[in-house]
């Protein structure tokens, strides 16, 4: 049974940083397609960033120069630096997984077959 289990959110002030963490279990990081995407009171669930088997990432312009996505295959585990942080990305966080090899963008990550149960993350100005 495939489980992923995000974790590191919480409330900074503008400009501030946090990483959050999606740990894997009953199912292989870096295998296929991994993403990150976010949903606010109100608002549609946004791709932010994937991640490629190979590594090759893309990201969102919104979150573009700001956030890193990175893995680490042998901790099983998802990562989302996000750094100079605003206000307007203030929103549940989730991770998301590919069950199979599929072309791998972070506007497609909401596509994908696994979600976590996501992370709260709030910036205050």
């Known amino acids: 049974q495939v489980q992923l289990v995000e974790s590191g959110g919480g409330s900074v002030q503008t400009g501030g940083s946090l990483r959050l963490s999606c740990a894997a279990s009953g199912y292989t990081v870096g295998r296929y397609c991994m993403g990150w995407f976010r949903q606010a009171p109100g608002k549609e669930r946004e791709g932010i960033a994937s991640?490629?088997?190979?590594?090759?990432?893309t990201y969102a312009d919104s979150v573009s120069g700001r956030f890193t996505i990175s893995k680490d295959n042998a901790k099983n585990t998802l990562y989302l630096q996000m750094n100079s942080l605003k206000p307007e990305d203030t929103a549940m966080y989730y991770c998301a997984a590919s069950g199979a090899y599929l072309t791998c963008y972070y506007d497609a990550v909401t596509d994908l077959y696994y979600w976590g149960q996501g992370t709260q993350v709030t910036v205050s100005s």
């Open positions: 991640i490629q088997r190979d590594g090759v990432t």
